[in-house]
C-alpha cells in the first residue's frame, strides 16, 4: 500500500571525508535553498553524511552548493530526482514482519552507490523496500533489502547493482523463501 503522505520528488546526498566539514555543509546547503535536512550524521569510518529532500530544483541548487563547501573532501554524491517514495522512509527504518517470498539484498561501499541502487531496484520491478541502511554502524558501507516474488527480486537486484558506480558494488544476493525466523 502506497503512502498517502506526499514525499517530496527529489533527493540529495553528499559523503564527506571531513566530520567537521559536514556540519559547515548541511548549513551552507539549506542557506542556499529551501531542502529539508533528513540526516546529518558522523559515519564510521571518519566521515560524514548529509542527507536532504526537496523539490528537484531546489535540491539540486543544494546540491551544487553542497558540492562547491565539501571540496576536496566530497567522497561520493547523489542527486535523484523523482526519487521512489519509499526510500526516504526506509532509511534506518524498522523493517516490518511477515511472510516473504523472496529477498535481495545489495551491499555497496557508499551510501550514495546504494541509494541510487535501490531506487533503481524498486522502479524496475514489483518490489517493496524492506530496509535501507547508510552507514551508521557498518563501517561506512550501505545495505538495502526489498521484498517481492522470486522473479521481482531477480529484476529489481539487477536493474540496482546495474547503476552502482565502479567499484562500489561489494555484492548482491537472492534468499528464496526465507525461513519466517529470520
Same mark, same amino acid.
Given at each position: 500500500?502506497?503512502?498517502? *503522505? ?11 571525508? #571531513? ?10 546547503? +539549506? ?11 558522523? $559515519? #564510521? %569510518?571518519?566521515? #560524514?553524511? $548529509? ?18 563547501? =565539501? ?6 554524491? /547523489?542527486? !535523484?530526482?523523482? @526519487?521512489?517514495?519509499? &526510500? @526516504? ?19 555497496? &561501499?557508499?551510501?550514495? #552507490? @546504494? ?9 524496475? @520491478? ?7 541502511? !547508510?552507514?551508521?554502524? *557498518? ?13 521481482? *527480486?531477480?529484476?529489481?537486484?539487477? =536493474?540496482?547493482?546495474? +547503476?552502482?558506480?565502479?567499484? /562500489? ?5 537472492? *534468499?528464496?523463501? %526465507?525461513?519466517?525466523?529470520?
Amino acid at each position: 500500500m502506497k503512502s498517502l *503522505i506526499a514525499r517530496p520528488p527529489a533527493l540529495g546526498l553528499l559523503e564527506i571525508a #571531513s566530520l567537521t566539514r559536514g556540519l559547515v555543509v548541511a548549513d551552507a546547503l +539549506v542557506k542556499k535553498a529551501p531542502v529539508r535536512l533528513l540526516d546529518v550524521s558522523d $559515519v #564510521s %569510518p571518519g566521515k #560524514s553524511l $548529509v542527507l536532504f529532500e526537496g523539490q528537484v530544483a531546489d535540491v539540486e541548487e543544494a546540491m551544487a552548493e553542497g558540492e562547491r563547501v =565539501a571540496a576536496p573532501h566530497l567522497i561520493d554524491r /547523489l542527486f !535523484l530526482p523523482y @526519487a521512489d517514495a519509499q &526510500l @526516504a522512509p526506509a532509511i534506518n527504518g524498522k523493517p516490518s514482519r511477515g511472510l516473504v517470498d523472496a529477498l535481495g539484498i545489495v551491499e555497496t &561501499l557508499t551510501a550514495a #552507490s @546504494a541509494l541510487r541502487a535501490a531506487d533503481a531496484a524498486v522502479k524496475a @520491478a514489483d518490489t517493496r523496500l524492506f530496509r535501507l541502511r !547508510l552507514a551508521r554502524g *557498518i563501517g561506512g558501507k550501505a545495505t538495502f533489502t526489498l521484498t517481492g516474488t522470486q522473479s521481482s *527480486i531477480e529484476a529489481a537486484l539487477e =536493474a540496482g547493482c546495474a +547503476v552502482v558506480g565502479d567499484g /562500489l558494488l561489494v555484492d548482491s544476493q537472492m *534468499i528464496a523463501r %526465507p525461513h519466517p525466523e529470520f
